[in-house]
């Protein structure tokens, strides 16, 4: 029985505080964004669907768009984007209204029900991220979703995860991963913990009464 008690102790003082928290990143607005290879860019001309649709930015920062050819968006923010082609359309049609929105290109990985890449929007947060990937599985930890980019690692706080922060404010871009990592104690170890427990409740008390 000493022996359930210590090991119940060591495992939960061995779970990662919720005060270990790092500073999420922060990034400006998405009209002064700088595009990256691996961006999908969503350009809506109103009233001409031939000219809209989806289109990714290639490694060397290069799309391709109907009539205008490749455009490179090397060292370009979207509303820079955005105003080269409506000066391109305009050689087409007059006063073209054009909305450009980047798309980022994310993993999904770690403990939800359908790991893998996923184009997301930047207005989403972190939790609509994990849902598109049908959410956390029994033993997914919402509560330490973690942005892993590279050699580097932010972790986001409950608030930012939970209260609405979107993807953009928390820095996510093309080519990061969201992680969902294990819980320190697992459903399924609970379980087998309360098991071993009854059982050694059960031959204690049958100890005692012989």
Do not use: C
Request: charged share 20%; proline share 6%.
């Amino acid at each position: 029985m000493r022996i359930l008690v210590s090991l119940l102790i060591a495992t939960i003082l061995a779970a990662p505080s919720p005060a270990q928290e790092q500073r999420p990143i922060i990034t400006p607005s998405i009209s002064t964004y700088a595009l990256q290879p691996g961006d999908v860019l969503r350009i809506e001309v109103w009233g001409q669907e031939q000219f809209s649709g989806q289109f990714q930015i290639d490694e060397n920062g290069r799309f391709h768009y109907p009539l205008l050819g490749e455009i490179d968006t090397r060292n370009l923010s979207v509303a820079q984007v955005r105003d080269s082609v409506r000066v391109g359309l305009e050689k087409l049609f007059n006063a073209p209204f054009v909305t450009v929105t980047p798309l980022f290109r994310v993993a999904v990985l770690g403990e939800v029900r359908a790991p893998g890449l996923y184009t997301v929007d930047p207005t989403l947060t972190a939790i609509d991220v994990v849902a598109l990937a049908g959410g956390p599985n029994q033993d997914g930890n919402t509560n330490r979703i973690r942005l892993l980019r590279r050699d580097e690692q932010e972790e986001m706080s409950v608030e930012d995860a939970m209260r609405g922060r979107t993807l953009a404010e928390i820095g996510v871009r093309s080519g990061d991963q969201v992680f969902v990592p294990r819980k320190a104690i697992t459903t399924t170890e609970w379980f087998l913990i309360v098991q071993i427990a009854q059982l050694a409740l059960s031959f204690a008390i049958f100890i005692n009464t012989m």
